[in-house]
């Protein structure tokens, strides 16, 4: 879709990318499904290694059309309302990150890359773009793109939690050193299973990063309210 897609958008009539019924970019309706408190967002079963998650709606209904319409259908101008969205889960990461109250901590923002054949194929890298709008929109936070899929995966989509982390792990690499000490959010679009943050967190953990935490704009409803032994969660996610 790409340029193309985005010329598109320019000069077609558009109507609401969530409910398409109302006309512009996002109904007021549509738009409210977004602006909820960012909450613990953590899947069933809670794969080792997770960073605690967190996400401002579920993932279905109006919020999956609006991330599909971004993501698949060129419509980029979404970025900064789901931009804004994510912004909010990164606050929450932030906030309730484990150790010490230390307020506000200003976190980098590393989004989990796409297949290089997805961003190809879209035009455009839908989470790297997110990421750099959430960042924009918190003070002295910024996105760095350090991650890189370093072997080819099979579609996630009817994987099970199980086979979805088989097939990502070993899938990333940090592609920029520096990364030792620095605080930092991985931030996506949805968390399913929780298995490409828990990749990315691998990864970057690796490199001596400190995971705060884990940004997402939505989750799928199957998620658990919190994981039984939570505590135990939040000091691997370190
Ligand atoms: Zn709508």
């Not at 996630?156 to 030792?180: D, E, P, Y």
């Amino acid at each position: 879709m790409g340029v193309l897609g985005e010329l598109l958008e320019l000069v077609l009539p558009q109507v609401c990318a969530g409910c398409g019924a109302s006309p512009g970019l996002l109904c007021t309706g549509c738009f409210g499904a977004l602006t909820c408190p960012a909450r613990p967002a953590w899947p069933s079963p809670v794969p080792p290694g997770l960073p605690a998650p967190w996400a401002v709606a579920a993932y279905g209904g109006t919020v999956r059309a609006m991330i599909v319409a971004y993501k698949e259908s060129g419509r980029t101008a979404l970025a900064h309302p789901l931009g804004t969205a994510l912004a909010r889960s990164v606050l929450a990461a932030s906030a309730r990150a484990p150790g010490p109250p230390s307020g506000f901590e200003v976190p980098v923002l590393v989004p989990v890359p796409s297949a290089r054949a997805a961003t190809r194929a879209r035009g455009h890298d839908p989470a790297l773009r997110l990421a750099t709008e959430a960042a924009r929109l918190l003070p002295g936070a910024h996105c760095v793109d350090a991650l890189v899929q370093a072997r080819g995966v099979a579609d996630q989509a009817g994987l099970t939690a199980a086979a979805r982390l088989a097939n990502l792990a070993g899938a990333l690499a940090v592609r920029r050193a520096g990364l030792r000490g620095i605080k930092v959010i991985v931030v996506d679009d949805v968390i399913t299973t929780g298995a490409s943050l828990v990749e990315a967190a691998r990864v970057l953990r690796a490199a001596d990063a400190h995971v705060l935490g884990a940004a997402v704009i939505a989750a799928t409803p199957r998620r658990a309210r919190a994981p039984r032994d939570q505590g135990n969660q939040r000091r691997t996610s370190e």
